[in-house]
């Protein structure tokens, strides 16, 4: 395998998913200020969520990926809703393939953990190229207008996300 995957759980592993995510930051195309594009990146260190960083066979940080639990407009009570913060692979390293290996994780981390979450949200810059890729797992459920350009709001149940991944082959990660 070319790359693997580590949950951030010591302040070692938070501080390279954080300064990943800042030292690329132009290419993360954040449709919001830095300040609340910031929050978002370090929402999962500071709040109750979960960071993750991939690496490849050189032990460096190709990708971060992140969520929470629970939404603002419910003062994160809603437990049972997970947010997608932040998805980044370095460009080089993109494709189908480890996006889809960062799904069957993040869905099997969720279940391992006996998780009661019920649905996956996330945003994300309105794109064309992007909306053909999320509406494979995902639900269009919104489009806005910020200041900072269009953002779409998608949605899908946990057990969608987890058949889907389960359509592809692989090894189990826990």
């Given at each position: ?48 969520g979960k960071a993750f960083l991939c690496f490849n ?118």
């Amino acid at each position: 395998m070319d790359h693997y995957f580590s949950i951030c759980s010591a302040e070692m592993y938070y501080e390279k998913y954080m300064a990943f995510l800042l030292e690329n930051y132009d290419q993360l195309r954040m449709p919001y200020s830095f300040t609340v594009a910031l929050s978002f990146l370090a929402s999962p260190v500071l709040m109750e969520g979960k960071a993750f960083l991939c690496f490849n066979d050189d032990d460096e940080v190709i990708g971060a990926f992140s969520y929470i639990y629970g939404t603002g407009e419910n003062q994160y009570e809603d437990k049972h809703i997970v947010q997608i913060q932040v998805v980044y692979f370095l460009e080089q390293y993109r494709s189908s393939r480890l996006f889809l290996h960062a799904l069957q994780y993040v869905t099997e981390y969720i279940a391992y953990m006996e998780e009661d979450v019920k649905e996956f949200r996330f945003w994300t810059s309105s794109d064309d190229s992007l909306r053909k890729l999320f509406t494979k797992i995902a639900e269009r459920v919104a489009s806005v207008e910020t200041a900072n350009g269009p953002l779409d709001e998608y949605r899908a149940s946990f057990l969608a996300w987890q058949s889907y991944a389960a359509r592809f082959q692989h090894e189990p990660f826990f």
